[in-house]
């Protein structure tokens, strides 16, 4: 892709969009970055891009960047309805997210992996089983580092790693992993699309590319996943914790087992550090985008055997009185908080914070099943208990520390508390990191 004269218009200076600015103004290109924040908000991406002779028009947006110009570069946290992008379109301007530019500058394989819960887990365990097995790889998208940084340093890698999600998937035009991986989808977003089937659209693009030359790592257990897989052309490469597989890889009692091309490897789970029925499905969806790769039976699983759990997903906190108590803050959304308490029982569960817009009904079964008191914070708490309140004992807090003591007194020793909250935490917290560290907090006060 030849960008030296070519004029480009970089929408939103996020993360995403700093390190397209710099990529293309290095290559030559002709840089407009523009972004509703002033240069006061914005006085350290200024002084980061200093002297790239990039134009920045901040505080507005002004059409003529989005009409005449070449390509427009956008950040995820733009919606694909905004009105300038709709009149770039109309202009007959390439609209692209920062995943298709870097995707026609990276040569290594690349295994992306989206799925509305697991991805930052799976991606990660994707990247550290690669270097396991000595290959050289790169891990960044919507986890870490973009992926554009990757040309941009001009490092050659074997291999590539990259969380993907469906805002970045929406401007895609050639992207094409050699490894695709679904892992689920579950409601979530909807206060970004019009509907639930257009999210579902957004996730299945990252098929869109793929011919018989490559691979879809799929849930064979989401019905929903699995029957969109149907019509892919890429080779299917299901995992199921439920279902024996001629080809893929599944669970069989105390071991996941592989099967490719007929042959047949097995991984005991008995020392993986990794718990949780989650956790399962992530690891059986690494190993396959990793072994479909070239990577060996035995330091694959001599790195599962160490390999522990991320910060703020399922995470174990401390046991206090016989209560164990888990911290499980990146779940934002009710699927999230499904394979949460299919891990456990006799569950005390705190719930609740921003509202997302989709139904927590899906959750009544699993909480009539195992949860023995619901205990509602946030926004949330209205729609929830009207919900969910019949399910079980429903209390109500007005602090997570409120939520944290209320929960102690109520868990019988032997239970657990879980912090899983199906929302996004924007109402009381900066994000579910802070949510995370108060909660901690608030156990380790008791």
Request: charge should be negative.
């Amino acid at each position: 892709m030849e960008l030296k004269h070519t004029k480009i218009t970089v929408m939103g200076l996020a993360k995403t969009g700093v390190a397209s600015a710099r990529f293309l103004a290095q290559q030559g290109a002709q840089i407009t970055a523009t972004d509703m924040r002033d240069e006061t908000a914005l006085a350290g991406v200024l002084t980061e891009l200093a002297g790239l002779g990039i134009r920045f028009v901040l505080g507005h947006h002004d059409q003529a960047d989005f009409t005449a110009t070449d390509l427009v570069v956008v950040s995820p946290g733009v919606p694909q309805e905004h009105p300038l992008l709709l009149k770039a379109t109309e202009a007959g301007v390439a609209v692209a997210s920062e995943i298709e530019l870097a995707s026609r500058f990276i040569t290594a394989p690349l295994v992306a992996i989206t799925g509305t819960n697991g991805k930052t887990t799976t991606t990660t365990l994707v990247g550290e089983l690669f270097q396991a097995n000595g290959f050289s790889t790169y891990v960044g998208g919507n986890i870490g580092d973009p992926l554009i940084d990757l040309p941009a340093s001009g490092e050659t890698v074997e291999r590539v790693a990259a969380e993907i999600s469906s805002f970045q998937l929406e401007w895609i035009e050639q992207f094409k992993p050699r490894v695709a991986a679904l892992l689920n989808i579950t409601e979530d977003h909807l206060d970004r699309y019009h509907g639930y089937q257009e999210y579902i659209n957004a996730k299945l693009r990252i098929f869109e590319n793929q011919t018989a030359d490559d691979f879809a790592v799929v849930n064979r257990d989401d019905e929903l996943v699995w029957q969109a897989a149907q019509s892919l052309k890429a080779q299917l490469f299901p995992f199921s914790r439920r279902h024996e597989l001629a080809e893929g890889i599944f669970c069989r009692e105390a071991e996941l087992v592989f099967r490719h091309n007929g042959l047949e490897q097995t991984f005991p789970t008995a020392g993986f550090k990794l718990q949780g029925v989650h956790n399962q499905e992530n690891i059986m969806a690494a190993l396959a985008c990793c072994l479909l790769l070239g990577c060996q039976r035995d330091a694959s699983l001599e790195l599962l055997n160490r390999f522990e759990a991320l910060h703020h997903r399922m995470e174990f906190v401390r046991e206090v009185a016989g209560v164990r108590y888990f911290e499980d803050s990146k779940a934002t959304n009710v699927g999230s908080v499904a394979k949460a308490l299919e891990s456990f029982e006799n569950i005390t569960l705190i719930a609740g914070g921003k509202d997302k817009g989709g139904s927590y009904a899906p959750l009544a079964e699993l909480v009539q099943q195992r949860v023995r008191h619901l205990v509602l914070i946030g926004e949330a708490t209205e729609r929830m208990q009207q919900e969910l309140g019949t399910c079980t004992a429903t209390h109500r807090a007005k602090t997570l520390e409120e939520a944290v003591q209320l929960s102690a007194r109520l868990t019988a020793p032997g239970g657990v508390v879980l912090l899983s909250p199906a929302c996004s935490s924007f109402d009381m917290f900066k994000d579910y990191e802070e949510r995370a560290q108060r909660f901690i907090a608030a156990v380790k006060g008791l």
